[in-house]
């Protein structure tokens, strides 16, 4: 299958290794994945700030560049998810009703990696071999807003040599939210001392996730206080073989 | 047709819908009391557990929630007949209803009507409304002694605090508290009391029968209000509403306009709801139903308040008016990871947590409340959590974009956005953003508000390569 590739401004920027993983993975199970280059940003952080009128031209962005392409992938749940539950909003409420067509139509073919793999190419084991003590922390948009469900752990649960062990209070969020980190930085913190101290209770050494923004945040977290626990994207657990 | 002009917002100088700080500063200092935050921890956990194994034991929640959210539309749709059609029964069965349109007119037509009785002490039911509009403020100054009758609002009023949680309003308090606030503040307590809830309770109970059966008038709000019979409905918990409702000569009831159902049978879908989603239980001990004045039983003088207070201003958003489909139950404050942490009192309003954030700030005008909307990680979990599922995270979006922004955030938002829709200014940008790790010293000392994120927080290292540099090289 063809499949266009949207690395996420943050990934694209600060976390390749994730965006490369999702490419070799999808290659290795024998997918084309093409890369175009005219795309940017998602505007989600506009939006979700209040700043609709700056996101709009971003909204235009994603669908010009992604409107040709049938399958769409991303490695991160928040991403698709405003991609697929804010860009109609956007275009509509600027009045733009044949954008907000569009963007629905892109974003109804718009995947987060582990609902790609699963629903659309029909695999949960995909060959990884990751063999190391591993906790999932479920990001909440990839949970309430992408749905993408238990699909990160059927994948990570066919994994060889993992240790995967379960994270208390898994669903509770990490206290990222965007710029909330920034406007609220103390109530975050207090949220994500939590989350840290449920991942290091686990005694794992990875603490994985499918966004690249809440493991910057959750990592961020653990390397100030040298816990040891590393965070690493699901997409590169599942790029991982006995070869590589 | 006349242009009458934009609904008004709640005014001003009386009320408890707005803070003396913003929400980040009031939450960073209530971040700091661990007492509070054991008991948050402790409590929201607790009904947590409790809601969702009642819930599970329902094949057709979902369904529920669509019914609530279907029946509560239908009624903004509509809510001028509808409260017509209510003012005409309520006054048939012999009761009389007084419009209020804000805080003022409803405290001075409550003051009026217990200074018409000669009574000079009201006992209370638990109401949000009568919170919201600062009733016992109002009567207090005009000589009137309110006694709040739910053992909550009661630890409330005696401690002089103010209440945190919209059902459990002195849940930021544990027992040795309560029992110091008792033997301080209850009149002829026991100066033996323990901290033992039973006692604790026995406490409240000797003081409130007592008070229940010398005060001959009322004050109550209302969960629901059936427009085809007129009848007024409360749920409970303790039976000290029910004490309220049927022993005083005169029952006052203050009732936001939005409370208002269309039929008897709606009463079906949300008695199912409420406890559930609330405290937890298949059915509240408590509800107590009545229809204007019965002869011979229960009060003899029925008022009905009907509260505006910005409500008009709220339904007059169609994205925003979904907030006055809230049903006051709790829910999304038990599963708010924000809540949980800051406690009620750094929201400011009496409506704290996720429904707060967006209830208040359309109450007041977002001018007066704009650091409500961000209040939030957007996680999602109330709009999951809300029986009649107002989807909380797009109001708080939808607020957000109304809000008054910061100069320089707004330069900023700007400037990212000319970038972002610029394939080749992006890619230059995210090689100069590298920059910022080495003005930020390995991650310390950037300038706020990036300083909030490094004051806890590592910055990722910056890699050699972006991902695009790679592909292109590849």
């Known amino acids: 299958m063809r499949i266009a590739l949207f690395a996420t401004c943050l990934a694209d920027t600060l976390y390749p290794q994730a965006v490369k993983a999702t490419v070799l993975l999808l290659e290795r199970l024998g997918h084309e994945v093409v890369f175009p280059f005219e795309q940017t940003c998602c505007g989600q952080m506009h939006i979700n700030t209040g700043y609709q009128k700056d996101a709009l031209p971003l909204v235009r962005q994603y669908v010009s560049t992604f409107d040709p392409y049938d399958v769409i992938v991303a490695p991160s749940g928040s991403c698709v998810g405003s991609i697929r539950h804010q860009h109609e909003m956007v275009a509509r409420s600027h009045g733009e009703a044949g954008l907000a067509s569009r963007a629905a139509d892109v974003g109804a073919r718009t995947y987060e990696l582990s609902e790609l793999l699963i629903d659309v190419l029909k695999v949960e084991d995909v060959g990884a071999y990751y063999p190391h003590r591993v906790t999932y922390h479920p990001t909440c948009h990839s949970l309430r807003v992408a749905r993408v469900g238990d699909k990160p752990l059927r994948l990570l649960r066919q994994v060889r040599g993992i240790d995967l062990v379960e994270l208390p209070g898994a669903e509770q969020c990490c206290g990222f939210g965007g710029t909330f980190s920034l406007k609220n930085a103390a109530t975050s913190t207090a949220m994500l001392a939590d989350k840290m101290s449920n991942v290091v209770s686990t005694g794992a050494d990875v603490c994985t996730a499918g966004d690249a923004s809440c493991l910057m945040h959750i990592g961020g977290g653990l390397s100030r206080l040298r816990t040891g626990v590393r965070t690493v994207h699901l997409a590169e657990i599942l790029a991982s073989t006995e070869i590589s | ?41 402790h409590a929201t956990t607790t009904i947590r557990g409790k809601s969702g194994r009642v819930i599970a034991e329902l094949p057709d929640w979902q369904d529920l929630r669509s019914a609530g959210s279907a029946i509560k539309a239908d009624v903004m749709s509509r809510l001028p007949e509808l409260l017509e059609e209510l003012e005409t029964r309520v006054t048939t069965a012999g009761g009389t209803v ?283 979990a109330c709009f999951d959590a809300c029986p009649v599922k107002i989807d909380i995270p797009s109001i708080l979006v939808h607020l957000r974009n109304q809000a008054p922004h910061p100069r320089a955030e707004r330069a900023v938002m700007a400037t990212a956005s000319r970038v972002m829709q610029n394939p080749r200014l992006y890619a230059r940008a995210q090689r100069a953003a590298k920059l910022a790790r080495i003005v930020g010293r390995r991650g310390r000392g950037l300038p706020p508000p990036f300083s909030g994120w490094t004051a806890g927080r590592d910055l990722p290292e910056f890699p050699d390569q972006t991902f695009r540099d790679w592909w292109a090289a590849r």
């Open chain 2, 1 to 41: 047709m006349t242009f009458l002009g934009m609904p008004a917002f709640a005014p001003r100088g009386v009320g408890h819908l707005r803070g003396d700080e913003p929400f980040p500063a009031a939450a960073r200092t209530a971040l700091g009391n661990s007492q509070m935050r054991r008991n948050l921890r």
């Open chain 2, 98 to 380: 007084h419009w209020a349109a804000d805080a003022n007119e409803a405290n001075e037509i409550v003051t009026r009507l217990v200074r018409e009785t000669g009574s000079d002490r009201v006992i209370k039911v638990k109401s949000m409304a009568t919170q919201e509009i600062a009733l016992n403020e109002a009567l207090e100054a005009a000589g009137i002694t309110p006694v709040e009758t739910d053992l909550a609002e009661l630890i409330v009023q005696l401690g002089e605090d103010k209440p945190s949680h919209i059902l459990v309003p002195a849940i930021h308090r544990n027992r040795s508290e309560i029992r110091e606030i008792f033997l301080r503040a209850m009149p002829g307590v026991d100066p033996s009391l323990t901290d033992d809830p039973p006692v604790l309770a026995a406490a409240a109970r000797r003081y409130l029968r007592e008070t229940f059966l010398s005060t001959r008038v009322a004050v109550s709000g209302a969960n629901f209000a059936i427009a085809e019979t007129g009848t007024l409905a409360v749920v409970e918990s303790e039976g000290n509403g029910r004490m309220c409702l049927t022993l005083p000569d005169t029952l006052i009831t203050v009732m936001g306009i939005e409370k208002i159902l269309p039929t008897w049978r709606d009463l079906e879908v949300f008695l199912q709801l409420l406890p559930r989603a609330s405290t937890g239980e298949r059915m509240n001990p408590y509800t107590t139903m009545w229809t204007g004045v019965t002869p011979g039983d229960g009060p003899q003088n029925f008022h009905l308040v009907l509260l505006d207070n910005g409500r008009s201003a709220v339904l007059a958003d169609e994205v925003g008016r979904q907030a006055l489909h809230c049903i006051r139950c709790s829910a999304c404050l038990n599963v708010c990871p924000v809540y949980e942490r800051t406690g009620g009192h750094a929201y400011g309003s009496v409506y704290p947590g996720p429904i707060g954030a967006i209830l208040s700030p359309q109450l007041t005008g977002i001018e007066d409340n704009a650091s409500l909307p961000y209040a939030s990680t957007l996680c999602g």
